[in-house]
């Protein structure tokens, strides 16, 4: 069959949920048989999300391939449970980047290059290399902002020219909010929908869908109205309110037979029909037996800062499914390292949580109040779970602690440090003086060898793994031998390059640092198996 491409576009506001719509109907469609892939197209010009700050973007979420994206293509894989590469991922800023360099390698044979139709066109060819490499029967594609802005006009260009080419394989679906006004707070309002179509027709297009974002569900009338002013059948007006977990999208899309009216659209045969699996996962969320507290400590997160959750999401996701797969809720707090440096005594509020997370991160903001955190947990027998930056700052604890080389250091935040426990490869220092940054630093997918009889081969059950990078500054091998010697275990290596990857000490509940980013590969169905076990000893403090 011909390949069929779904666009999701947003209207009225962003922040709605177009990336977890876009995973529900790439789960529902996959649910029904078919083979499924999904893109992210983001209206920026930088060429990647890696030079993007997460506190304003959100996380940077890294692929097999290394490609630095959006945070959406975590929920495309979670939701989906397949690995996506780079060719899943576009912006702006890498757009233009390829057709000026097909124009220079004179790919375009002499022709004048113009904004359109090259832009589009280029858009589309991404879109289908995508479907060809993962051999999909349909190809979900979110393009990023709202419409109406500047930078989205090319992006529904391109949808307006493939739904000329390919009338009956294009659908669009717009996600658009739907504000709750009224002292009871129960009167929908349609009126920015209504704006949001006329927006779009504009542009040339006409929504097929559209997914009505509201934190309660839509009625009948405000149907009829949408309707009525936005020319689209009402069954293909679809209610989307709040729910309690993101994972209930697909199933709560289900109660209007949503996959049932795009497969209508698209002229499709349902080859099967199964979210049993979801549906237990579903329900799993709904009952738990007990809850597990956990406390991320990071920067940013004093009462004078607002905690950006996104910075973390596949964190916070990854706790969720490792929890959830053990039947417990999850509480998760957010802990100011800047707190324990100015006020130590704070530091004992770490023993009122069954397991404590510092994730990955960058520069000198709360480091000495994250390390006294590692210290605390490390000494008072509370789970620890440090994730790259992490797992860094837990290797310079030790080497200051336990084997008294108290100026140890990472040069990241002390270049004279006479014991720099923590250090750049010669590569990157290369990189560093020449100022490359964009997409210079160890990413992607490496091997790791992992060491039998320790808490990590335990967790995996297997020798050989592999995992997601995203970091410039590596353990110094010349402090192996001296900290391996006090007790510190290194559990995984990268053999290629002997690297460590994992770390860990004996005689605790649990106490492992990866220079890797677990997190990037746990799914909701198949949790990472290291957060599976950190959980397990946070239940077991719990208890």
Known sequence: MPTKYIFVTGGVMSGVGKGVATASIAKLLQSRGFSVTAIKIDPYVNVDAGTMNPTEHGEVFVLDDGMECDQD???YER?????????????????????????????????????????????????????????????????????????NVLFLETIRMLKIKKPKDVLLALVSFIPVLGAGGTELKTKPTQYAVRTLNSAGLQPDIILARATVPLDEKRKQTISLNCNIDKEFIISAPNVESIYDVP????????????????????KTKNLQEWNTLANSIKNFTGEVKIGIVGKYFGSGDFVLTDSYISVLESVKHAAYSLKKKPVISWLDADSYESSPAKLSELKSFDGIIVPGGFGNRGIEGKIKAIEYCRVNKIPYFGLCYGMQLACIEFARNVAGLKDANTTEIDRKTKNPVIDLMPEQKILIEEKRYGGSMRLGAYPCKLIKGTNAFKAYGQENISERHRHRFEFNNNYREVLSSKGLIISGINADRDLVEIVEIKDHPFFVGTQFHPEFKSRPLKPHPLFKEFIKAAIKKHA
Request: charged share 25%; hydrophobic share 40%; proline share 2%.
């Open 79 to 151: 939701f989906l449970d397949v690995s996506l590469s780079k060719a899943n991922y576009m912006t702006t800023g890498s757009i233009y980047l390829s057709v000026i360099q097909k124009e220079r390698n004179l790919e375009y044979k002499g022709k004048c290059v113009e904004v359109v139709p090259q832009i589009p066109l280029e858009v589309i060819n991404r879109i289908d290399n995508a479907a060809k490499e993962s051999k999909a029967d349909i190809v979900m594609i979110e393009v990023g902002g709202t419409v109406g802005e500047y930078q």
């Open 251 to 270: 199933i709560n899309f289900e109660k209007d037979n949503f996959s049932d009216k795009i497969l209508k659209k698209l002229s499709l045969r349902s």
């Open 73 to 75: 293509m975590g929920n």
